[in-house]
Structure formats: structure tokens, C-alpha cells
């Protein structure tokens, strides 16, 4: 079975101060592949990264960037310089092999607010 | 820019009463999902096409029903509308089916049942 936990709720902070949003997972298939997409009040949800569980380099996009380590199953995200646009929820995903292949496995979320 | 287009973006109907939500894209994707999103909760998947076939999640209710009639447009018909429906529905698309396919969703479509 495959599972995503996003352990925090809701993260609020204020403008200019980095923040980690964490992910941890849990899957038996040795291909897989993560996700985090955000989801602004509007309501549509944007796809920010793919990561595949062979390629552990980090990556950094602008202000954002992922950690992905395998050894404690985990692919965080932070966001450097935070903004006020970049308050939404933030998913987390997992899609791995088997019985679950190609289905989406979602974390829970982690409502981000910073404030001005 | 190709897309994932849904309309109406907000929907009310009555208890009981039919409603069809409606999705398109212009990525000529293949596959085509929907997704139920109630406040505070992750999507949940309620089925898939691949092309012309039909997957059905397992703990999906009778009462929601889909149609794909072409590539491009697939549908959302939920047959009798319980308070419980009340939801933001998401479509998304996918090139293919597998674990490496990334899911672009549209905008949504939030229903409201009265």
C-alpha cells in the first residue's frame, strides 16, 4: 500500500522567511515517482515537480527548491524568501507500481499562509 | 497554451436532481480523470479513461457516472445529488498511464447542493 503524510496542517509565516513544508511516504515498489503540486484559493491544482526514486539531486527552481532522500522516504520542500502568493495548500504525491500503477496517492496537505 | 478547461467553475443543484459537469483539453492526452476534493481534503481519485477505457475506483458510488465521447471532452454525471456531493470536482490528463505520467488538472468545478 502506498501512503503520503504531510505532518503539518498549517504552516504560517511572514513575508521574506524561508519555509520547509515536509513529506514523508511510504511505498514496497523500488520505482516510483514523487509530486507536489499547490493548490491557490481558486482552487486548481498547479504542478510544481516530479522527482523519480532513482535521481536523488536536489533541485531548486527560483525561489523553491526539493530535497528528496531515500533513506528516511522523504521529499521536502522549501520555499526561500517567501511571498504572499505563495499562500495556498501544497500536496505532496506519490505514484508507484503495482496494484496502485499510475494512481495518485495523496498527502493530506499543508495549508502555507505568510503574511505581509 | 494547451489546457484543461472545466465548466461551469460553479454549479447548484437541487437534492435529487441531475447534474453534468463538463471537461476538455487541448493536450491530446490520453488518459482523463476526476477527482472529488471535499473542504480540507486531498482529491480522491473517482475514475479514469485510458482512451476509450473505463476504470472504475473500487469505493466510487453508483451515483457518479462518467462518459468520454472523444478524445477531448470527457463528463461528470452524477445521477441523483445527495448533500454529501457537495465537493470541488477536478479533472485532470495524463499522456499515458503509468507511474512516471504527470496529472495536469484544470481549474474545477465547485457543486453545491441545496
Known amino acids: 500500500a502506498q501512503k503520503v503524510t504531510q505532518a503539518q496542517t498549517e504552516i504560517s509565516v511572514v513575508e521574506k522567511e524561508d519555509v520547509t513544508l515536509d513529506c514523508v511516504y511510504e511505498?514496497?515498489?523500488?520505482?516510483?515517482?514523487l509530486f507536489w503540486y499547490k493548490q491557490p484559493p481558486s482552487g486548481e491544482l498547479v504542478f510544481l515537480i516530479r522527482r523519480n526514486s532513482f535521481d536523488e539531486q536536489n533541485e531548486i527552481s527560483g525561489r523553491y527548491s526539493w530535497n528528496f532522500q531515500k533513506s528516511t522516504s522523504s521529499f521536502n520542500f522549501t520555499i526561500t524568501a517567501s511571498q504572499v502568493v505563495d499562500s495556498a495548500v501544497y500536496f505532496c504525491a506519490l505514484n508507484a507500481g503495482g496494484t496502485s500503477y499510475g494512481k495518485l496517492t495523496f498527502g493530506q496537505g499543508t495549508i502555507l499562509t505568510v503574511h505581509p | 497554451d494547451a489546457m484543461v478547461i472545466q465548466n461551469p467553475r460553479y454549479q447548484v443543484t437541487q437534492f435529487g436532481k441531475p447534474v453534468t459537469l463538463s471537461c476538455s483539453q487541448t493536450?491530446?492526452?490520453?488518459?482523463m480523470y476526476w477527482y472529488q476534493q471535499k473542504s480540507s481534503q486531498a482529491p480522491k481519485l473517482l475514475f479514469h479513461y485510458y482512451d476509450k477505457d473505463f476504470n472504475n475506483e473500487a469505493d466510487t458510488p453508483d451515483n457518479f457516472q462518467s462518459r468520454r465521447p472523444n478524445t477531448s471532452f470527457c463528463f461528470l454525471d452524477i445521477r441523483s445529488p445527495g448533500l454529501g456531493d457537495a465537493a470541488m470536482y477536478l479533472c485532470a490528463t495524463s499522456r499515458f498511464k503509468g507511474t512516471q505520467e504527470t496529472q495536469y488538472f484544470g481549474p474545477g468545478t465547485r457543486l453545491l447542493v441545496l
Open positions: 511505498t514496497r515498489d523500488t520505482t516510483y515517482y
Open positions: 493536450l491530446n492526452h490520453n488518459v
